[in-house]
């Protein structure tokens, strides 16, 4: 009877290990049957509950993979533990799987997978790289009227997160690789090399040879485009992001002054009305203020968030004007110059690379030109010699009355007046303006005592109203060097120093000249 029963106890054991794997095995102490909820749904028993954390990440991972897009759900995971000799767990599949059904009944936010575009400071989020790439192929199609030119995106490796760079191709580029692919493949590149390894160059070309056109073309500014998820207010339509991406748009540049440049010339060439350029730039006080070479000055390009650099072949027929050659001559100065033949305009032809930023021309490359009939230069004989510079006589003073037009301050005065007055106490010291030789040094009528003196570039400076001359006629002197001491005498109101600068007789206004 006892072999009996424990036939019985063996086989119900067999049955239990084969038929009821899903049944806990007793435990001698604490809980070891947990019922596992999550967001307040029982999704299963376990009998290990450092599993139910496993299972949860399970389930995201499906929810994620589900759909395009990134769902936000509550995910509140609580249980609770009992101690049992005998229960029966559930399958962690079912438990990963009532896990699902539980985060998709407490979805709380939905974001849209999408893709944000970096241009510079420009930002902007659209749908799919579908619609940026329609992006990156509207500021293409502004240069490329024949559509040879075509936009992709490739990840860049060499970032952490999915960061997406621009690459630009052709279609004469890609149908050329796909030729040297097969070449390459039957051996038929390698034999064609050996053939014309010893041929002698080409000859020269002729304007037909050329291949005119469009050569190149590329984005002028690095484009970013990193994978988001966003809400559907965040993402910008297509066309409008086209119309703010392919839109000129003024951003500041600077612009170096050249030789030749005037203010109307340079807001003519950057097209902006010339008031404008004025009051853009704090150090041009107005329309006729004088500016330097290599000066800088902002001005405003229009251009677009997104640029574009292209190359183009192009033959054209031209009038062009020769190199001006110069003569030297040691005896002048360099503000003396002599025009020793006239120029006239040659004629010619040309096939060049032109090289474009957006609409606005930055570089040429004359590959061909053939002269119809040449150019005459136009010769210059210029001085060499280094001019005099020239200083305020006097340091400190008001300037009491300036050159030209004026009301005149006494009967005897002038109503225009030929030089500069700086109104300074009597015995304030006067100082040579620049080295040269004293022609005249004593009383001078009108002026009062009065000093001239010549200089080596044939201008003449001259020093009136003073109290006391210093120098004589025929002394050489330097500049800066103390000559006299200022006065009140002669047609004068009241004490001052009037200073004269003349150029071949004549008084000019001597702030022109006065470094």
Not at 229 to 250: C, F, N, S
Not at 366 to 390: C, F, M, N, S
Not at 409 to 424: L, M
Not at 473 to 480: K, L, N, P, R, S
């Amino acid at each position: 009877m006892k072999i009996a029963y424990i036939k019985v106890a063996v086989l119900v054991s067999v049955i239990a290990a084969f038929f009821l794997p899903h049944f806990q095995t007793v435990e001698s102490h604490g809980d070891n049957m947990f019922t596992v909820y999550l967001n307040g749904i029982q999704v299963g028993v376990m009998g290990d509950i450092k599993e139910a954390d496993e299972c949860l990440i399970a389930a995201r991972r499906k929810l994620a993979a589900d759909s395009d897009e990134l769902v936000l759900a509550e995910s509140d995971l609580t249980w609770e533990g009992s101690e049992v000799l005998w229960g029966q767990i559930d399958d962690r599949s079912e438990i990963v799987s009532n896990m699902l059904g539980a985060l998709r009944g407490s979805v709380k936010e939905t974001l849209n997978r999408s893709y944000t575009v970096k241009i510079n400071e420009y930002t902007v989020n659209l749908a799919s790289t579908q619609e940026v790439l329609a992006l990156l192929q509207a500021s293409i199609k502004r240069y490329d009227s024949q559509n040879t030119y075509y936009a992709d995106l490739v990840m860049d490796s060499e970032r952490e997160l999915n960061v997406l760079t621009t690459q630009i191709y052709s279609s004469r580029e890609q149908k050329e690789e796909e030729a040297e692919e097969v070449m390459t493949s039957v051996g038929i590149d390698a034999t064609l090399d050996e053939i014309f390894a010893d041929i002698e160059p080409a000859t020269e070309k002729d304007f037909s040879d050329y291949e005119l056109g469009l050569l190149a073309l590329d984005f002028g500014d690095t484009v970013e485009v990193v994978e988001s998820y966003l809400q559907d207010e965040e993402l910008t339509p297509l066309d409008r992001a086209i119309e703010e991406v392919t839109k000129d748009q003024e951003k500041e540049q600077i612009y170096e002054v050249v030789a030749g440049d005037t203010l109307s010339q340079i807001a003519e060439k950057n097209e902006i009305p010339l008031d404008r350029l004025v009051a853009m730039n704090e150090t041009i006080e107005s329309e006729n203020s004088l500016i330097r070479v290599g000066d800088e000055l902002i001005v405003t390009i229009p251009e677009p968030e997104l640029s574009v650099e292209r190359t183009e072949q192009m033959y054209y027929e031209e009038d062009y004007e020769a190199d001006i050659i110069y003569v030297d001559n040691d005896d002048w100065y360099t503000n003396q110059t002599q025009t020793l033949q006239e120029p006239s305009a040659g004629h010619r032809k040309v096939v060049a690379d032109v090289s474009y930023r957006n609409n606005e021309e930055v570089g040429r490359e004359i590959l061909k030109e053939e002269i119809t009939y040449a150019a005459v230069p136009k010769i210059v004989e210029r001085g060499t010699k280094i001019p005099p510079t020239y200083i305020k006589p006097i340091s400190g003073g008001r300037l009491s009355s300036n050159f030209g037009r004026r009301k005149a301050p006494t009967r005897r005065a002038s109503t225009y007046h030929k030089g500069v007055d700086w109104a300074t106490p009597v015995g304030t010291a006067v100082m040579a303006s620049s080295t040269g030789t004293v022609t005249r040094a004593g009383w001078g009528s009108g002026y009062g005592y009065v000093v001239y003196i010549d200089h080596a570039d044939g201008r003449q400076t001259r020093y009136g109203h003073l109290s006391k001359v210093l120098v004589k006629q025929g002394q050489t002197v330097t500049q800066g060097q103390k000559i006299a001491l200022s006065g009140n005498t002669g047609a004068s109101t009241g004490p001052h120093v009037h200073f004269e600068i003349l150029i071949n007789g004549s008084q000019v206004n001597p702030f022109d000249y006065l470094n």
